[in-house]
């Protein structure tokens, strides 16, 4: 079976546009979480959806962050107004029922 | 509470070596540790987890010890390998929630 896709797998924007991130999670999985990780650091959590349940957003940086996700599957991860801070690989995983997570390749956001 | 702390953050061992890498948190409520493998421009990858209920788990040359009482977790790689350069991550969760990562361990073997 196919694993988490993500794309664009990179996307280079000048400063001050919106960008929009894509991430397909594994066919079944309830829990989805989106992840940001700069340049050789830790993985920074953004943002956390679980079945029918208000997702948890304590991790979002800013309001110019957001995430939805349609019908329990596809999730669209929002970055409005880019700024170069905002430069990092963002990760999106998913999880059968949360814990145990499986991470897509990634998408390599560039603000210049 | 919901950091968790990873050292050391790079490490060189020799062919056949074993590699140590570990890991401390605070927060007495997670409930589910895992370790991630991460090579260059990939997703970081699932290598083993363990619940606070057992105090070792073992999968091939991959070894997980969890001390409870001291709030620490280690990772062993046994007869490590050039192909097991990569990064590796420790986490925690709780509830089945977000993973909460540690900094990360760059592990270099030399032949």
């Known amino acids: 079976g196919a694993g988490v896709s993500q794309s664009p797998s990179n996307k280079v924007t000048e400063k001050g546009k919106d960008v929009e991130l894509r991430c397909d999670p594994i066919s079944g999985h309830t829990a989805l979480y989106w992840y940001r990780q700069s340049l050789g650091q830790g993985l920074e959590f953004l943002i956390y959806?679980?079945?029918?349940?208000?997702?948890?957003k304590s991790g979002l940086p800013s309001d110019r962050f957001s995430a939805e996700r349609t019908g329990g599957s596809v999730s669209t991860l929002t970055i409005q107004r880019t700024q170069q801070e905002d430069s990092a690989v963002y990760l999106c995983?998913?999880?059968?029922?949360?814990?145990?997570?499986?991470f897509g390749q990634g998408t390599r956001l560039t603000v210049v | 509470q919901q950091q968790v702390k990873q050292s050391p953050q790079s490490l060189i061992v020799q062919k056949g070596g074993i590699s140590i890498i570990n890991c401390a948190y605070e927060n007495t409520a997670f409930d589910y540790f895992p370790w991630y493998q991460q090579f260059p421009g990939k997703g970081p990858a699932l290598l083993i987890a363990i619940r606070p209920d057992v105090s070792e788990k073992k999968e091939g040359r991959f070894t997980i010890s969890f001390n409870k009482s001291a709030k620490q977790f280690s990772l062993h790689i046994m007869d490590s390998q050039p192909g097991d350069s990569a990064t590796y991550f420790c986490a925690a969760s709780k509830g089945m929630r977000e993973l909460i990562f540690g900094t990360g361990t760059r592990l270099q073997v030399f032949p």
């Open positions: 995983a998913s999880s059968p029922r949360g814990g145990e997570a499986f």
């Open positions: 959806f679980q079945g029918n349940s208000a997702p948890d």
